[in-house]
């Protein structure tokens, strides 16, 4: 009997494909890196094919630590790195340009050319946020998309010949995976590309006009838990319903069955994502956040509010291969115990600063290093840097009136930790680690497991949902404050340095 569901989680540095019980519990995962490609400064490149052959690699090697064959999943979910956009030939699958990365940046003027334009009466950037609760940036799908059909001549023609589709991720593998018969995607998807009106809950052709995006190319948008077509058996073996899919935040918000208004998450992956829920209306933030869903189940909408920050999880990955500081991310927690006191700062503006700051110009710097500065010392700042920049969000959410008594944390990261205590002293909030800390693709298995009959309501996910460890608050709130404004001016500066 089919007593299992496969997730794949398909991310900005690695694809993983997890095998879970009936229970929710992990019985296997594969993982495979990729090649992180950055032809131009602030560019961010991924081969589509290597997606697909990872996401494939990994899934045979589930299933074969499982000793499962394909017959004994009952469905598969999809969960994915968000924004990353690509454009393929309807006929042989094959991608016109490159995948452009959520972190990437080409697009920054474009941006600000479009910010400067009207549409309709109104000032463009105002239309767009009340249409899909995200400002115009180079973060969101729609001026990738653009980037690549005015920048790739395949588009073009295949775009003449009515041959191109257009869709994130996780449109994409669902299209391999079912061999060109589904060009679908799900609602938390849709509303990352700055196309998708989250209160029509469909494909905006105001704005598809405004970005030149023709709506034709998109995928159909569906629930997050609905049919989404069948894995051709070729691939592992057997014929798989799809039927859960869902952007990486909003798949960690149904992983850490945060179902009620005001439950919040925080993920930390190659970024930072704060979540929260707020129920069955958009609330537009006044600091820097964005409106986004947080899910679509049987139609009926979740509303969330988030911050993103650009650069977490992927600034140990820095010091691990582009530093050589580390030998591996685990190595952190062990380097930064051994750290004297010192007032360094280390502002990780790889790719801009997203929220609250969203200054696509801005780059990374460290502050106040001394002669007796070492490895320790600036480790232990790339991980202090994270938990700034989530205070940032809290901050902001704050802000806009959200109330915040624990935090859910979930992500690689937060199995340091050290980390987690400096989140909470940092933070000066509680910190919740899950007994599962891999929501991501939990909550791709959750939606999935809806969809197929096997949890009958959110409720009763909820109730699966088990504590591993609370942080608690350590340092005092004057601590707290001293060094959080040592590191607002830090981020100042390197605003400064980049002219914004």
């Known amino acids: 009997m089919a007593d299992y569901i496969l997730a794949i989680d398909q991310g900005t540095t690695s694809s993983r494909a997890m095998i879970f019980d009936l229970k929710g519990q992990v019985v296997a995962i594969d993982q495979q890196e990729f090649k992180q490609s950055f032809p131009h400064e602030g560019w961010v490149e991924h081969d589509p094919e290597e997606i697909w052959q990872s996401v494939c690699h990994v899934v045979k090697g589930a299933l074969a630590k499982a000793s499962l064959q394909a017959s004994d999943i009952r469905g598969l979910g999809i969960t994915n790195q968000r924004e990353t956009t690509v454009l393929w030939d309807q006929e042989t699958g094959q991608s016109v340009y490159p995948a452009i990365v959520w972190q ?13 334009k009207s549409i309709g009466q109104e000032d463009a950037d105002a239309v767009v946020k009340q249409k899909t609760g995200l400002l115009i940036d180079p973060y969101f799908s729609a001026t990738k998309m653009n980037w690549i059909l005015e920048n790739a001549p395949q588009a073009k023609a295949l775009l003449q010949k009515q041959q191109l589709r257009a869709g994130t991720i996780d449109s994409y593998l669902i299209w391999k995976l ?11 998807n849709a509303c990352r590309t700055n196309l998708f009106n989250i209160h029509t809950q469909e494909w905006d052709e105001e704005l598809c006009d405004f970005f030149q995006v023709p709506s034709d190319i998109l995928p159909e948008v569906k629930d997050c838990a609905a049919d989404f077509g069948v894995c051709d058996e070729s691939y592992f073996g057997a014929a798989l319903p799809i039927a859960g899919v869902a952007g990486d935040q909003h798949a960690a918000l149904i992983g850490q069955a945060c179902f009620k208004e005001g439950m919040s998450k925080c993920t930390y992956g190659t970024g930072c994502f704060l979540n929260i829920n707020t129920g069955n209306k958009p609330i537009f933030s006044e600091h820097g956040l964005i409106t986004t869903l947080g899910y679509r189940i049987n139609g009926k909408v979740t509303y969330a509010m988030e911050g993103s920050a650009f650069i977490a999880g992927a600034v140990i990955q820095w010091l691990r291969d582009g530093l050589e500081l580390l030998k591996s991310a685990k190595d952190s927690k062990a380097m930064a115990e051994q750290a004297r006191d010192q007032q360094v700062f280390f502002v990780p503006a790889f790719t801009g600063l997203g929220a609250p700051y969203w200054d696509p110009n801005a780059r990374g710097a460290i502050f106040g290093l001394t002669r007796d500065t070492g490895k320790n010392e600036i480790v232990s700042a790339a991980l202090e840097s994270v938990c700034f920049q989530t205070m940032d969000l809290l901050a902001a959410m704050q802000q806009d009136g959200a109330e915040f008594t624990a ?7 937060t199995n340091n930790d050290l980390a987690m205590q400096m989140m909470a002293d940092i933070a000066q909030t509680k910190v919740l680690r899950p007994a599962m800390t891999e929501t991501t693709a939990l909550g ?20 699966l949902w088990a504590q591993d460890r609370a942080f608690e608050v350590a340092k005092d709130k004057d601590w707290s404050q001293q060094r959080y404004q040592r590191w607002q001016a830090a981020v100042k500066a390197c605003q400064v340095f980049s002219g914004a």
Do not use: F
Not at 104 to 111: F, G, L
Not at 407 to 413: E, H
Not at 446 to 459: M, N
């Open 444 to 463: 791709a298995a959750y939606l999935t497991g809806l969809q197929l009959g096997i949890w009958s309501s959110l409720e009763e996910i909820a109730e």
């Open 178 to 188: 079912t061999n060109g018969q589904s060009h679908v995607t799900d609602a938390t």
């Open 104 to 116: 990437d940046r080409r697009t920054a003027d474009h941006c600000k050319t479009l910010k400067a």
């Open 407 to 413: 935090l859910r944390v979930d992500g690689g990261m």
